[in-house]
């Protein structure tokens, strides 16, 4: 009967055994565990924007000319700082991005403040009509912001507030809502503000039409 004892299927001194199976690395004599801290990632935070913003409209316009179809965006924004101030602007453009931009540079230089109340709301009734739509405004008495459609977005953007607003039309083009929106605060805005109405509300549908020189289509993007 054989006694000895079975043969090891390790390599004989530990030759050819990696420095990892010993408890230590190549290149490190302490055969310790180089764990080196990570470094903290540096995190960029975005700036945050001046006014608040928010999308009107977005369509998309295909003009048919001789070479084909020619699609370019035309965007609406309305922006706002919730302290009574108020802007509203179009932009056009081969790109959304580019249409963005232009739109929210015109609203910038559209922009004006409402005189306002101490509760932030407005100090008598007003109206007015912008194509087929026609709103009302009213103050009210602590019963918050009754009001629909984009007139909302932009009483919100403006900071109003106990303001009950009324569309007298069926109208839901967004774009002329939004505009007769920004034609009734108008009226209520403060001295120190633009002299003028923004000429773009004298804008219709048809400014399209005109610039194409041809067949136009229009579709509403989503």
Sequence with gaps: MDTTTPKQNTPSGGANVRPEAKGGFRGNPNNKREG???????????????????????????????GGRRMTFAVALAIGDKKGSI???????????????????????????????KDMSIPHLVSAKFSSSKLTMMPNKGKGLVAGSTVRDILILG????????????????????????????????????????????????????????????????
């Design 159 to 222: 900071g109003l507030k106990n303001v009950t607003a009324k569309l007298h039309s069926g109208s839901k083009n967004k774009l002329n809502n939004a505009r007769v929106a920004y034609k009734t605060l108008y009226q209520l805005k403060a001295l120190s503000s633009l002299p003028k109405v923004a000429p773009f509300i004298a804008e219709s549908e048809e400014e399209v039409k005109a610039e194409a020189g041809g067949k136009v289509i229009i579709e509403e993007v989503k």
């Design 36 to 66: 080196g801290e990570r470094k903290p990632r540096a995190f960029f935070e975005k700036p945050k924007p001046e006014f608040d913003q928010k999308m009107v409209s977005i369509r998309r316009v295909t003009r048919v000319v001789a």
């Design 87 to 117: 802007g509203l602007g179009t932009g056009k453009g081969g790109d959304t991005s580019l249409a963005i931009a232009k739109a929210l540079r015109q609203a910038k230089k559209n922009m004006f403040k409402i005189k306002t109340t």
